[in-house]
């Protein structure tokens, strides 16, 4: 039995694993969690995506892996240095809920939406195939990216436990 090790992904961030890794993120509420994986090269990337997109970053020296437009092109190209190819690659999301209720609907209150629009928009730039995803609601998660399966675990507390 392969013994795994556990790589955190924290708010904003991102991180790449091979086949004994598990990929983990918690608290996404409105946030994003973008996995790839390559299931013949035993290679997963993971992403915290906080926001659709860098246009509207406010920040000195830009987070890349706070935007989905940022993110996911840094994941790729992590992923790929491994020995991953993007034409095998398969996306799985979690995340993109609407965590509080909005009089009126203005466009910036929609952030988790947005969010998922934003990311799937960059997966279909680059061709990549979602697999499978558990967006949206009103509840938060927390996810692991088995690296050596691509199993993806969502725990939440209003939903139990699925996997995708």
Known sequence: MIQQTIIKVGMADLNVGTQEGVLKTTGLGSCVGLTLFDGVAKIGGMAHVMLPTSDIAREGSLNIAKYANTAIPELIERMTL???????????????????????????????????????????????????????????????????????????????????
């Open 82 to 164: 491994l020995g991953a190819s993007i034409t095998r690659m398969e996306a799985k999301l979690a995340g993109g809920a609407q965590m509080f209720a909005f009089a009126g609907s203005s466009d910036t209150m929609r952030i988790g939406p947005r969010n998922v629009e934003s990311c799937k928009a960059m997966l279909i730039r680059y061709h990549i195939g979602i697999k499978g995803e558990d967006t949206g609601g009103n509840y938060g998660r927390t996810i692991e990216l088995n690296c050596d399966s691509g199993a993806l675990t969502i725990r939440s507390v209003l939903q139990g436990i699925k996997e995708l």
